[in-house]
């Protein structure tokens, strides 16, 4: 299979030059119009390759096709562009010293964010690690809320307390920085969830890299023995930091690595797979209980924005990626066959994702650094108590 030759590639350098043979690639078949929906809406079905998807003790198969409207795909192409340009535009401010600290960038893997969150609800939970911007952004918080906080300014998601790794919002609980460690936070939000009787669920995302840690598999085991309404996502980069997956994991098929609880794997460069596999691991969980997933993608950066990302993997490797499975290139060929939109009117949403990213660097820019006196507040619950003195520092006296 497509992914299983793309993750074993990533084992061994001499092996890896297979990863560029795929015959798969942002070329996909040609939709055809199906008809209309309840709306009235034309809509169009699109095909997914046999090897878009793989599964693991899992009968709730995701469809062969998927059937979308303009607006809808249009959606979809937007907010990954948005994420992209927040992305580029954090690159930038990183490097003219305006953004400090930890930074970790998902350019290239935009489409499990874009696709995740157009299939789940506003009720339905996320959390992930370090490299969350683009799901911050999905989940509802503004360009200039994300930025902000990068930038460590009071108009930040966080007033600028939190920066990179600590970004949160409604049911979107961060932004983590220490690997692993959300996986059975996320189990405990999907705890909240059934135990209020909540007809929703939460994605609890996590690296290749992480995914060799023990308290996942702690989770998988309490969220199985409880049933909870769980996806575990492992976002699949094929690199933690700069050691190839193979390198860490003596079983690469991630999807599998729940053993007693069912998985799916799915091309995560490809949003409409990435949508409706989320689609069916939503509902999934919501009826059964927990479900692993694997999004296989790709990060075009470095692991983090100390590192170029050029000395573990070749520049020749991250081009081919780059030209041959972009997750937008992808779609916008599939809208520009189909004849679903002009090459002006997703021009027309580049134009828009690039001019909301200036003006919230323009805004985040004019917003100030929060002052001494409140660096207490916000540690705990609101109401509760602000304590005097934070790790030996009084911030009275800082
Ligand atoms: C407990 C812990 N150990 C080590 C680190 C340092 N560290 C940060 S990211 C990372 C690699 C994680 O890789 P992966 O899970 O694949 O996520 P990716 O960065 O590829 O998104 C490591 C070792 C950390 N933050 N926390
Ligand atoms: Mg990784």
Redesign the pocket.
């Known amino acids: 299979m497509l992914f299983n030759r793309l993750v074993s590639s990533a084992a061994t350098s001499s092996s890896r030059r297979s990863l560029f043979s795929f015959s798969s690639s942002t070329k996909t078949p040609a939709a055809a119009a199906i008809g209309t929906n309840a709306a009235g809406e034309k809509t169009y079905s699109f095909a997914f390759a046999p090897e878009d998807f793989d599964t693991h003790n899992f009968n709730a198969l995701p469809s062969t096709s998927t059937p979308a409207t303009k607006a809808e795909l249009l959606d979809l192409y937007l907010q990954m562009q948005r994420i992209r340009r927040l992305e580029t535009a954090s690159d930038q401010l990183y490097k003219s010293k305006l953004i400090r600290g930890f930074c970790?960038l998902?350019t290239g893997?935009e489409a499990i964010a874009a696709g995740m969150e157009a299939s789940i609800t506003k009720k339905d939970s996320i959390i992930t690690?370090?490299?969350c911007h683009g799901f911050a952004l999905g989940r509802g918080a503004s360009a200039t809320g994300v930025i902000a906080e990068l930038m460590g300014r009071t108009a930040g998601t966080s007033k600028g307390k939190g920066g990179s790794m600590h970004i949160f919002g409604p049911e979107f609980y961060g932004g983590n920085?220490?690997?692993?460690?959300q996986v059975p936070l996320g189990a405990g939000v999907a705890l909240a969830h059934k135990y209020r009787g909540i007809p929703a669920m939460c994605f609890s995302l996590?690296?290749?890299?992480?995914?060799n840690?023990g308290q996942v598999f702690e989770a998988y085991n309490m969220a199985k023995l409880w049933n909870l309404p769980v996806v575990f996502g492992c976002?699949?980069?094929?690199?933690?930091?700069g050691?190839a997956?193979g390198r860490a994991a003596a079983s690469t098929k991630y999807f599998t690595r729940g053993d007693y609880i069912p998985g799916i794997r799915v091309n995560g460069m490809d949003v409409l797979a990435v949508k409706e596999a989320c689609r069916v691991a939503r509902e999934y969980s919501i009826a059964n209980g927990p479900l692993v997933m694997e999004f296989v993608t790709y990060?075009y950066g470095g692991?983090?924005m100390s590192d170029p990302g050029t000395t573990y993997r070749s520049r020749e490797e991250i081009q081919n990626m780059r030209s041959t499975r972009d997750c937008i290139n992808g779609l916008k060929n599939r809208i520009l066959e189909a004849g679903v939109a002009t090459e002006e009117e997703l021009k027309a949403l580049d134009k828009a994702a690039r001019v909301e990213m200036d003006q919230a660097v323009e805004e985040s820019k004019a917003s100030p650094e929060p002052a001494l006196e409140v660096l207490n507040e916000d540690i705990y619950a609101p109401g509760s108590y602000n304590p005097a003195e934070v790790r030996g520092c009084e911030p009275k006296y800082l």
């Open positions: 970790h998902s893997q690690a370090y490299r920085g220490i690997v692993g460690a996590y690296g290749d890299g992480a995914a840690q976002e699949n980069n094929l690199y933690g930091m050691t997956a990060r692991h983090s």
